[in-house]
């Protein structure tokens, strides 16, 4: 399949190409220690508390992974209740 190159034929291939530009040099704070703490972590945390909990509690799955989701949920509660006491700091 050959593939076609839109921007060639546009009228505003200039204009989209400097804002594309201006958006790859912003500068501004790094996102991966945010992003990780919000989507990764609480990952980690569920598959952890759910590995140990399936130890303790072998004879009954529900407990271990309602255990697993509590934990998981109140990570989730206390990194937003950190951040919403870090945005009234700053401002």
Known sequence: MVKENIC????QK???QQAFEKLGNAKGPSVA????LAF???LVIFIAALAVSEK???KNA??????AAGLT?????????????LKKIRQ
């Open 73 to 85: 949920a109140l990570y989730i509660l206390i990194v937003w209740s950190v951040s919403k006491h």
């Open 40 to 42: 990764l972590l609480p």
């Open 8 to 11: 060639q034929e546009c009228s």
């Open 33 to 36: 220690i945010k992003s990780i």
């Open 62 to 67: 529900g407990i271990s992974f309602l255990l």
């Open 56 to 58: 303790i509690f072998q």
């Open 14 to 16: 200039e204009s989209c």
